[in-house]
């Protein structure tokens, strides 16, 4: 049975409001997931707040995308330990962001690494531990480039994290999908359909098997 | 339930269009820009981007004479350059309603300083308001307008990041239409010799009076009381994050920053045991609150910081609230700064004055990136147009020491402010080589047209500046226009320049990346012919890397766009058209 459902800790019965946290390196589609993300909460009546970062953090810089969710939601922004799920769209920065997970949250990580500008010229190194970190740390990980590619649409790497993400909320899948049809472009509805769905089913694969 | 969710910048820009606002102005800087952008989209309003901060508050001020409603748009540091026409727009007051919005950046996420605009409001002496989540945004741009007409004044809206770029539900409501003003001449009013502003300057003080009792009486500044024991004042995004970590505390919360209300600052610490102030990055309100006699604490378990954005567990931990338990990661995360596209046309100018080892004086803009390693090129960065006015105050003090002195400045950021600068060095007969980055778009902000582009908001007809023109008619002889994805026109430019003894200006032009999507295909790395030597993945493009075990270059393909910058690098002709024999195609 699914460790990941309407019950998960993902919800918190501690705090009233939901933090989703979304990081990636700028141009990886964050904004687009966190939006997704913000209609379907709406349409099950809640109150949304989604935080971003322009300007100067797009140029393939490390981003954050942070969706908060409840019957009120008051800050915007989130501390260390906060953060319900955290999605990370490159594995680096899913250890750069580790410390906003809180103790009990969820997170999915697409298994994918960007080497930065400083490990391209030779100037630092990947960090070495990365999967046995991550593992240590209950990632959910799923390979959403790959899964992409074979869909036919790399670019849809973000929907297909929306769809792990998914099994981690408690809102209708027809929500999701309504939000995927009216808000990406009309020519790419049933691309970045298929792509949420392949996320999902996804997640809930490996979770039946863990389970 | 509202109905939609918008960033604050539109939901000002919803707020001023329901407002009747016919005009909106500004020049691009984040976190504003948005603001605008959205505001242009709207119906039956006029928009246009102005060259700088400046001449956007000048029109806008010709609006307000010609009886018209408008808005202006800028970011904290645009408000200096439009510090001058502010300033006396608080003497002239207005005819038709002028609301400007100014977006401040505490935390520094994409600007040179984190100034706080509440500073100018009380120096100014201009009433500001300080929306907390997007659905103020609208209702405060309204109020703006309506205080503008009322107290005959130019009002601000001050936001910030985490107000501008957060999407928070609004429901937004219709247009109503605000007639123009009839014309009537009225000197005393609006030209400001001394006769006529030391009059103003009289009825400025009646005003303050005027706008402290609106600031008494108005919801805009509003108590919520709570647990007693402790009171705090706050605004805009703070007060969001006073409610997230002290849900309890009670809260002055004060939507006009300019002018406080005395009396109900007073009323309120009367109304709880202990006063503090929560305000992020400048003690703006601890200073006044202080100066009107009433006692602030300090938060019992350590002082707010003094810089930098605050979030509510930063606040919490003030409060003596512990945070929650957290993890870190063990390893050692490389940092991933922001760098300039693959294929963007600075890389290689950048490349070639780090090779000269020229002192650069840099300007504000995407190519301020020119200063990450490995291209670590630039010498300083500092203002919008500093780059040229800097450049000759190198050479006033001596020169380089031996390296060429070059100003880079981009399209933009020169139209902003560098014309000015250079007729500043032409006039005094200034040596040195300025180098124009025309990338043909405001890039940094999301590629906005601009006078040198002649791309305009509304995509009205509009007319290219001819750059070479206008820096031959400010009187520079040695002006050269090159290809800067042309590694050899570049190298070959800037030697010629530097060469000569006059002052040269060289434009670089070729478009932005993001502008003109256009790719090749992707070029490879033929690693039996590459020899390691790390010349190309030196100019520090995202598409090309150095193998850890080799030292041998590779290119990620789905990153490169074939603009083939790093073959002209290479020596060995190692980096080749995948389809294209070892030896051919490298040229270019």
């Known amino acids: 049975m699914s460790g990941l459902d309407a019950t998960s800790p993902a919800l918190g019965s501690t705090h009233s409001t939901t933090t989703v946290l979304l990081c990636g390196v700028g141009g990886q589609g964050t904004i687009l997931a966190g939006d997704l993300l913000a209609i379907t909460a709406r349409k099950s009546g809640l109150s949304v707040k989604v935080s971003e970062v322009h300007g100067m953090a797009q140029r393939g810089g ?69 999967h046995a970190e991550l593992a240590a740390n209950g990632a959910r990980m799923l390979d959403a480039s790959a899964i992409a590619a074979r869909l036919g649409n790399p670019k849809s790497v973000n929907v297909v994290l929306v769809g792990a993400l998914s099994v981690a909320l408690p809102f209708p899948t027809s929500d999701w999908e309504d939000a995927i049809a009216n808000r990406v472009p009309p020519k790419t509805v049933e691309a970045n359909l298929a792509a949420f769905k392949a996320g999902r089913m996804t997640v809930q694969e490996t979770t039946a098997s863990l389970g | 339930m509202a109905d939609v969710l918008l960033q604050g910048n539109e939901a000002v820009a919803q707020g001023a269009w329901e407002a009747g606002c016919a005009v909106g102005v500004g020049y691009p800087g984040t976190p504003s820009t948005e603001t605008l952008e959205a505001f242009a989209k709207l119906p039956d309003v006029y928009a246009e981007w102005a060259p700088n901060e400046k001449v956007a508050l000048e029109v806008a001020a010709g609006v307000s004479l010609g009886g018209k409603r408008s808005l202006v748009t800028m970011k904290h540091v645009g408000l200096n350059v439009a510090a001058d026409p502010l300033f006396s727009l608080a003497n002239t007051g207005v005819t038709g309603g002028l609301v400007l919005l100014v977006a401040d950046d505490p935390g520094i996420f994409s600007s040179q300083n984190e100034q706080d605009s509440r500073n100018y409001a009380a120096a100014a002496r201009i009433p500001m308001l300080e929306p907390s989540d997007s659905a103020e945004a609208r209702t405060m741009a309204m109020t703006a307008f309506d205080i503008s007409d009322r107290f005959d004044i130019p009002v601000m809206i001050r936001s910030s990041v985490r107000i501008s770029h957060t999407r928070t539900p609004v429901a937004c409501g219709s247009r109503v239409e605000v007639g123009r003003k009839p014309y009537v001449k009225d000197a005393g009013k609006w030209v400001m010799m001394p006769a ?23 919801d805009l500044n509003r108590i919520e009381m709570r647990d007693p024991s402790m009171g705090i004042i706050c605004s805009g995004a703070d007060y969001q994050h006073v409610r997230e970590a002290l849900p309890r505390a009670s809260v002055l919360k004060l939507g006009v920053s300019w002018p406080l209300p005395p009396e109900k600052v007073r009323a309120f610490s009367g109304m709880v045991d202990a006063l503090y102030v929560v305000e992020e990055a400048y003690p703006y309100f601890d200073l006044r609150v202080r100066a009107m006699g009433v006692d602030v604490s300090l938060p019992p378990t350590r002082p707010l910081p003094r810089n930098g954005e605050l979030t509510p567990g930063i606040i919490a931990a003030s409060f003596g609230i512990e945070a929650p338990a957290h993890r870190t990661s063990t390893q050692s995360i490389p940092a991933r700064p922001p760098a300039l596209c693959a294929g963007c046309p600075h890389r290689l100018v950048f490349a070639e004055l780090r090779r000269v080892h020229a002192l650069v004086t840099g300007d504000i803009g995407c190519y301020t990136l020119g200063a990450v390693p490995p291209l670590s090129a630039l010498d300083s960065t500092v203002d919008m147009g500093a780059s040229i006015s800097m450049a000759h105050g190198v050479e006033l003090a001596g020169g380089g020491d031996g390296h060429p002195v070059v100003a880079v400045i981009g399209d933009s950021t020169f139209a902003h402010s560098g014309i000015t600068s250079l007729l500043g060095t032409v006039y005094n007969q200034g040596e040195g080589t300025v180098i124009i980055l025309d990338n043909r778009t405001t890039a940094m902000t999301g590629q906005q047209g601009n006078p040198v582009n002649g791309i305009t908001l509304q995509h009205r007809p509009s007319r290219e500046l001819d750059l070479v023109r206008l820096v031959r008619a400010l009187g520079v002889e040695d002006v050269s226009t090159i290809d800067p994805q042309n590694l050899k026109a570049v190298r070959e430019g800037l030697k010629a320049a530097v060469a000569d003894p006059r002052l040269s200006v060289i434009i670089c032009r070729s478009p932005c990346r993001l502008l003109d999507r256009h790719r090749e295909p992707a070029l490879a790395v033929d690693q039996e012919v590459c020899t390691a030597c790390g010349v190309c993945v030196s100019i520090g493009c995202p598409a090309l890397g150095k193998s850890s075990d080799t030292g041998k270059a590779h290119i990620n393909a789905l990153q490169c766009i074939g603009c083939h910058q790093c073959a002209q690098e290479c020596a060995f002709g190692a980096i080749i058209e995948p389809s294209t024999a070892t030896e051919e195609g490298v040229s270019r």
């Open chain 1, 62 to 130: 490390a981003v954050t995308t942070i969706v908060r969710f409840g019957t009120e939601v008051a800050s915007p922004i989130t501390d260390h330990g906060c953060v319900d799920c955290l999605v990370a769209f490159e594995a680096i920065e899913a250890l750069r962001n580790l410390p906003y997970l809180a103790s009990d949250g969820v997170l999915f990580v697409n298994d994918a690494t960007i080497e930065p500008l400083s490990v391209l010229v030779g100037t630092t190194e990947m960090p070495t531990g990365i």
């Open chain 2, 196 to 218: 006529n502003a030391q009059r103003r300057r009289v009825d400025a003080d009646t005003r303050e009076d005027a706008l402290v009792a609106f600031a008494e009486k108005t």
